[in-house]
């Protein structure tokens, strides 16, 4: 396919039988809740692999749900050659939301702010050190020394934690965490729970700067069912509200989008939400 076409992917599945296919999050998401969708045989597909992006749990839920198809996670990056964990299929369905346990012939931590590491449960960066790792950012030798540690470790710049059965989870990047004082708010969290909202289509949530509470303030931008119309804003915070701690909750309220701009890989572009939120706080402050 040279592009993604909701109807063309179905047919090609439908078509020759497909039984495994690489996936993004917002193809998983369109699977759940497309209506497009019910108008073709999916059955021949075994399962599906997710990455390139945090999926949450309701998502992997919604398409087993519906299509009872199994989804399971990877996780990688390019300086990793890519891929250092997978979910292995049998586990899918146990632990939904984890990428899965680490490759061979690697080792990894999660690290605090202070370069101390974690014990299982609790939330760091994750450092991966292996064969696989890259040497350096060509002619960036910053870039190579804030990305390497003196003892070969990668920092990968994403948050995530351990469980005590050696499972990772990885819930969002470092650098796009929401800091509202002094507590840290995962975007990645907030979007999952709010893509279970009946209403909500899809959603990206960014953090903006208030100066009445000289703090980051979560803001969800959400694409609403058809049918749902403005004016229904309120009524999702407050569902929210009900579902988070009170640092999690979208202070910055919430704003009806006709699409949530995204990579050709699926990750959110929050950066050009951001533009779209200071032009818009232009004209009204939060």
Same mark, same amino acid.
């Given at each position: ?26 193809v ?18 075994r399962?599906?692999?997710s ?30 050659s890519?891929t250092t ?5 049998e586990d ?25 590491e $974690? ?14 790792i ?16 003196s ?9 995530g ?8 989870y ?10 509202y ?41 959400v $694409?609403?069912?058809k ?14 509200a ?6 999690k ?12 701009? !995204? ?10 939400l ?10 009204? !402050?939060?």
């Open positions: 396919m040279p592009k993604f076409e909701l109807a063309a992917f179905c047919n090609h599945i439908q078509t020759h039988k497909i039984t495994f296919a690489y996936v993004v999050p917002p998983v998401l369109l699977l759940g809740k497309s209506p497009i969708v019910s108008d073709y045989d999916l059955s021949s597909i399962m599906l692999n990455g390139a992006a945090p999926l949450t749990e309701d998502i992997v839920h919604a398409v087993w749900n519906r299509l009872k198809i199994p989804v399971k996670q990877g996780y990688g990056l390019s300086e990793t890519p964990h997978a979910q292995k299929w899918w369905k146990t632990t939904i939301g984890s990428v899965g346990v680490l490759l061979p012939n690697q080792t990894a931590k999660y690290m605090n702010a202070e370069d101390k $974690v014990p299982a449960g609790q939330t760091g960066e994750l450092w991966i050190k292996g064969p696989n890259f040497l350096g950012y060509l002619n960036n030798p910053t870039g190579t020394a804030n990305a390497l540690t003892d070969g470790y990668f920092k990968t710049g994403d948050v934690h351990q469980d005590k059965n050696g499972n990772f990885i819930t969002d990047r470092v650098k796009e965490l929401i800091k004082k002094g507590f840290q708010v995962p975007p990645a969290e907030l979007e999952g729970i709010l893509l279970g909202h009946e209403w909500v289509d899809d959603v990206a949530v960014i953090g903006l700067y208030d100066e009445a509470q000289a703090t980051e303030v979560p803001r969800a931008y $694409v609403p069912k049918g749902i119309e403005k004016g229904k804003e309120g009524e999702i915070v407050a569902w929210l009900k579902k988070v701690a009170s640092h909750r979208l202070r910055g309220g919430i704003r009806f989008v006709d699409e949530i701009p !995204k990579s050709a890989s699926g990750k959110i572009l929050r950066r050009m951001k533009e779209k939120a200071l032009k818009e706080e232009g004209k009204a !402050k939060l």
